[in-house]
Structures are given as structure tokens and as C-alpha cells.
């Protein structure tokens, strides 16, 4: 241990907010190696990604580091080339000590686009297109995710998931 410390190597611990993981990187100089990556799964994460990309294309957008958040999407994509379309940090506003995610720089028609997340802060410019879910911390029986794919399959139906999404604004626990 004492030898690593003098060779000058430091370790970089990360956490994503809706998908426990743990990433773990050595740094020597500028280069870097991979030397663990764990990734704990939302009950029923594989079953609701299987169902809902056959009614949608996915995007990933997440406000974290995009060497950190593309390894996720690749774990939780699994190969099934269904998150493709994947945004980062970068490409979020940095607003009130956190991020907003932008909508409008993956579909101009907000008409039929939607996001599902746990921070209200991140859709704040776009709360009549958000369907808030609740922060996942490791719940086994955790059913959120099986709740949704009846409402998303409806949505698919409708014209503008703002009609449909704006009359639920009193569940957004706001900024």
C-alpha cells in the first residue's frame, strides 16, 4: 500500500444516484486503468428496459461524468444496443449547485418526449414533460420501475404527453 502511495497512484470512487455502482480508477500520470466496476441493478431494471424499447428509443441522460455514466449505460444496455443515444454532464446547464437536463437538445418536439427521474431539479425547465420516480437505495422489493410500464404504454396512444403528464404536477416534489 505504502508503495502505491509513492508511486504517486490515487484512487477515484464514484456513485450513481438511481443505479447503485462503483467505479474505480488508478491514475499514474495521465494514464488510466480500469481495476473494478460493480453495478447494483434496480429490481426489475433489465425486464422494464426489454418492454419499454419496443414502445420507445432510449436516451440516456444523466448528469453524471460521461467516462463514468457511459460505462453504466454499457452495463445496463448489456448489449442490446437500445441506449444508444446517450447524454452526459457536459451537456447539461449547471444551475442552482446542480444540473438541468435540456430536453430540447435531444427532440424539438417536446410533444413527445418524456423523462423519468428522481431529481425534480433536473427537469425544472420541463416539469410537463417529467414523470418523477422515487431514488432507489438498494430495496430489494422495489416495484417503481413495474408501476410506470402501464402509463407508458398509454402514452404512447396520445398526441402530447404534456396533456397527459401536466396534470401531475402536484407529484413533483419541486425545487
Known sequence: MISLLQMKFHALLLLLSKVWTCICFMFNRQVRAVMRFFVHKRPHVDYFLDVVSQWYDLVVFTASMEIYGAAVADKL????????????????????????????AICSDLNRIFIIDNSPGAYRCFPNNAIPIKSWFSDPMDTALLSLLPMLDALRFTNDVRSVLSRNLHLHRLW
Do not use: E, V
Not at 441506449?83 to 442552482?96: A, F, G
Open 77 to 104: 444496455d448489456n448489449g442490446r444496443n437500445i441506449l444508444r443515444r446517450r447524454y452526459y454532464r457536459q451537456h447539461c446547464t449547471p444551475d442552482y449547485g446542480s444540473y438541468t437536463k435540456d430536453l430540447s
